[in-house]
């Protein structure tokens, strides 16, 4: 990169986050790199379950997932590749009377926050989705859920920011933050720096070590989230379902395959990624399924993956502009991110272009901690 | 961890049992793994019961009666009909068996578990009656049943004439055998395979038998592709190729036949390593990722040895040495047996080992994918039949800038599927590195659990919701 010709913006992380903000500024003229030491959408935004829940989101977030589900079932209008989004309707299942008081206070909370969820009985349930268990005692419902398969997630993007002239710079692990002639210099393992006048840092778990580049401590919790997909096998379900204390998310894609998750987890952490499946939580996990969808006893389980997600500590998301430190950024850290990332990555880039967003940020001012001992977090 | 034992073997084909046994020998307490209900591995797969073989037996059938008896002498304990289906650093090995889901521990594992075939794939290959060579050999082995009563035999390899030789005995016509190799590169093997004289001479028997029952031998030649033909018969086009395997302008023949049996060599299937996340190297003339290991078979992770073909293909005689050489260094490394014992025993096991491996070595060079042929693979050849991904939909992904084979699976599904990329992932990478202008792709296809489809009713069992224990509830 030529010194005289810095940058507009430069985005490291090349996640469905820091992707969105990178489309949307090139979209409005500016010129953008969007950094990754791996290749585009290869940890969470590309291995995540792609469940579009609103069971499941954090109560505060549900109006900004409502906008990130439309975005995605829009997505051949706007991001122009159909990323396998589909609508479908949603369940949280309770089999309890203690489940029973836990669906009961979360669909009420998150209706208040304007998700249509309503309380149906067994019959009603399984007149929508005559695979579940008739032996539930109650269920929560709503019509707007559905899921993306994520693992297409990289391709859209990329072909979208091509097509903006964006630059994408894979396999290029950033090192390092300097400050030089009033721009962001990042420095790149194997590489040259690049100049930017602006900085966003969209490092999913790694949004800890990255803030510390700037010499701030904000301590990032990493979830090794465990997923079961079993071999294509013949429609059993038609909705996506969960059960009340939010440790199943279960739906089965076009091609047959059933996708297994709830937040169930394995052995890693930021530094090796995904290390380990433990056994005990595989089996948890299934059983748990097999229950919601008994039909599921008639597969085979054909692979488990390990995928790292970010919690910060009051765990609602870091978005805004990094306090101390001129035109830099962060977006990050979102429970059920993956739905809500095309409309966070939009009020970013407002914020950024100068625009007032439709609905308020994350400031991480919250977040960071004043102890000057910058040992990181595990 | 507790262990449940001091050393874990997966794998009962030679280079496992061997290495179980010579653990045993030296005290060690060791159980052995394998899927398969018996000891014997490919090679030496046990016929099972209820099966009658006729005629005489093959010398491989000694060995490996021989290996059963001995190793059921020892004192191994043998968990066969039981899976390994995942494994964790330290070591705990996951089990499937016949009482359900199991586990050992144990500080040192060696991972015996053998190859894997490939086909270079072509329009047609994954008809119904279109098999893999060792598909066929496996059939023809331990069911003793025959692929169709016609079949064309086609690849690379000694197992061309192998199946060609098997099919004839066991009854079946062989319409053809088609062969990548020139006779040229088959004499030039000749000098490793000195080293061998009791299978060279069994080689020569086989082609000179085949030769005079009239089945057609074609040397430097290849399917091109494969139709369905009239009742329920396959149609194979068959050309020649050059010496790096592509295709090249000469008369095309049609072959009428039930069944074809195919297969481009095999390769170390790495699985288990790479669900470890051990270290490998690519191998540019195998294009496949083989675990490195040192010269006692130890890879880069502590406690963990690879032998036998999944180290790399050298052939069963090869395998059962260098079992015994890995049983050897773990004895010693557990301090079962003297300095000069173990030097003097090593020493006698590794010049066996040479003269197995060069034998073994030439054989796998001759069945080695070629680069000419994997380019030459037809735009809509599917290269991943568990997800039906062709060749232009991998070079498709390359195009939108995918630049590992991983990435290249997540933007097509190839290798997604019950497979797991045992099949198509080597072909795929080689493709992707070849697109990229690259002679090695640049990472392996990351290793996941299950290390095969697990049935998940047997696994998640019949539960009592009120019994299940559940982690605590996610934030409001
Ligand atoms: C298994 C799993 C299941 C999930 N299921 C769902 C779901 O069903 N629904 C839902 O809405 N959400 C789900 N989530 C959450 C969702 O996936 C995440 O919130 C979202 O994808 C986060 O996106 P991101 O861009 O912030 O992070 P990431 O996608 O992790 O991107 C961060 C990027 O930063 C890069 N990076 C790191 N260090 C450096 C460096 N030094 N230099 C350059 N680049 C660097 C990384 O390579 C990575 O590409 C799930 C998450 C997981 C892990
Ligand atoms: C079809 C075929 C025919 C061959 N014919 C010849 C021949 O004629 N002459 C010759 O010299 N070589 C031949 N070879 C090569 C020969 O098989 C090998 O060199 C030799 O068998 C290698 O021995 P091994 O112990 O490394 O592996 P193998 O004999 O392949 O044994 C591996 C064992 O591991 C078990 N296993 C693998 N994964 C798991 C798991 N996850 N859980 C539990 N168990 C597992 C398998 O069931 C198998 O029994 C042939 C190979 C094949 C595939």
């Given at each position: 990169m030529s010194k005289s010709l810095p940058l507009d913006a430069a985005i490291i992380g090349a996640g469905a986050m820091g992707a969105t903000v990178a489309l949307h500024l090139a979209r409005s003229g500016m010129r953008v790199a969007l950094i990754d030491r791996g290749e585009i959408c290869r940890e969470a935004s590309g291995v995540n379950a792609g469940t579009l829940t609103l069971h499941m989101t954090r109560a505060a977030l549900v109006p900004y997932a409502m906008k990130g589900r439309e975005l995605w079932l829009n997505a051949p209008n706007w991001l122009g590749m159909d990323v396998g989004a589909r609508s479908a309707p949603g369940f949280s299942l309770a089999f309890t009377r203690e489940e029973l008081e836990m669906v009961e206070k979360r669909a009420e909370a998150r209706a208040a926050m304007g998700a249509p969820i309503e309380l149906v009985t067994p019959k009603r349930a399984c007149e929508i989705d005559p695979g579940l268990n008739p032996s539930m005692i109650a269920a929560a419902f709503c019509e707007l859920d559905g899921h993306v398969t994520a693992y297409m997630t990289g391709r859209a993007y990329r072909r979208a920011l091509l097509a903006t002239g964006a630059m994408i710079m894979e396999n290029s692990p950033v090192t390092a933050l300097d400050r030089e002639d009033g721009l962001h210099v990042i420095r790149i393992d194997g590489g040259a720096p690049v100049r930017a006048k602006r900085l966003v840092l969209a490092g999913g778990v790694w949004l800890e070590p990255m803030l510390a580049w700037l010499g701030l401590k904000v301590p990032v919790k990493t979830l090794i989230n465990q997923l079961v997909v079993t071999e294509r096998m013949r429609p059993v379900m038609r909705s996506v379902v969960g059960i009340a204390n939010g440790l199943l998310s279960l739906k089965q894609f076009e091609n047959g395959t059933v996708l297994i998750g709830g937040g169930w987890q394995g052995n890693g952490d930021r530094v090796r990624g995904g290390v380990e499946t433990i056994p005990k939580n595989l089996i948890g996990n299934i059983q748990l399924a097999r229950h919601a969808i008994p039909a599921l006893g008639e597969t085979r389980v054909n692979r488990v993956w390990l995928g790292l997600e970010s919690e910060t500590a009051d765990a609602l998301p870091m978005i805004g502009e990094i306090p101390g430190h001129e035109e830099a950024y962060v977006i990050g850290c979102v429970h059920s991110g993956y739905t809500s990332a095309p409309y966070m990555g939009r009020l970013l880039a407002d914020r950024i272009l100068g625009r007032e967003p439709e609905m308020p940020l994350f400031g991480p001012a919250r977040l960071i901690q004043k102890d000057k001992n910058m040992e990181l977090s595990a | 961890m507790a262990a449940t034992c001091d050393v874990i073997v997966v794998g009962a084909g030679p280079a496992g049992a061997e290495a179980a046994m010579e653990c045993a020998r030296h005290g060690l307490d060791v159980v052995l793994i394998d899927e398969a209900p018996d000891a014997g591995g490919q090679v030496y797969r046990a016929t099972p019961k209820g099966f009658r073989t006729q005629g005489p037996r093959e010398p491989e059938a000694e060995i490996g009666d021989d290996l059963r008896k001995r190793l059921a002498d020892s004192s191994v304990r043998c968990r066969f009909d039981t899976l390994l289906w995942s494994i964790a650093p330290g070591y705990r090995a996951d089990l499937l068996g016949p009482d359900g889901p199991s586990s050992e521990e144990a500080p040192i594992v060696v991972i015996a578990n053998g190859a894997r075939e490939r086909v270079v794939p072509f329009p047609g290959w994954t008809l119904p009656g279109v098999i893999g060579l060792a598909g066929a050999t496996v059939m023809l082995k331990s069911q003793k049943v025959l692929p169709g009563r016609q079949t064309l035999v086609a690849g690379a390899g000694p197992l061309l004439l192998a199946v060609a030789t098997t099919l004839r005995k066991a009854g079946g016509e062989v319409a053809g055998v088609i062969d990548l190799a020139s006779r040229r590169e088959w004499l030039a093997t000749v000098p490793a395979t000195i080293s061998r004289p009791d299978l060279l001479a069994r080689g020569i028997g086989w082609t000179s038998r085949l030769t005079l029952a009239g089945v057609p031998m074609r040397y430097r030649q290849a399917i091109r592709r494969i139709e369905q033909a009239e009742a329920g018969k396959l149609r194979a086009f068959v050309g020649p190729v050059y010496a790096t395997g592509a295709p090249v302008a000469g008369t095309v023949r049609e072959f009428v036949v039930d069944a074809v049996a195919v297969g481009n060599g095999l390769a170390p299937a790495s699985e288990v390593t790479r669900l470890l996340r051990a270290e490998h190297v690519y191998d540019t003339v195998q294009k496949a990722w083989v675990p490195q290991l040192d010269e006692d078979f130890r890879t880069s992770l502590p406690g963990l040895f690879v032998v036998g073909d999944g180290a790399g293909i050298s052939g069963a005689a090869a395998a059962a040495i260098d079992g015994r050489r890995v049983g050897l260094s773990i004895a010693f490394d557990a301090d079962r047996l003297s300095a000069d014992n173990y030097r003097a025993q090593k020493r006698t096991l590794s010049t066996g080992a040479k003269k197995a491996r060069r034998f073994g070595q030439a054989m796998a060079r001759l069945m080695a994918p070629r680069s000419g042929q994997i380019a030459a693979?037809?735009?809509?050849?599917?290269?991943?039949r568990c997800e039906d991904v062709t060749r232009a939909e991998l070079d498709a992904a390359v195009a939108d800038g995918a630049t590992s084979p991983n990435q290249v699976k997540a933007w097509t599904r190839c290798g997604m599927g019950p497979c797991q990329g045992r099949t198509c992932g080597d072909i795929a990478s080689a493709l992707a590195a070849a697109a990229l202008g690259q002679e090695a792709p640049p990472a392996p296809m990351t290793g996941r659990s299950p290390l095969r489809p697990l049935p998940l009713g047997v696994l998640a069992g019949d539960i009592d919701y009120d019994d299940l224990e559940l982690p605590p509830p996610a934030p409001l």
């Open positions: - | 693979i037809a735009a809509d050849a599917v290269v991943c």
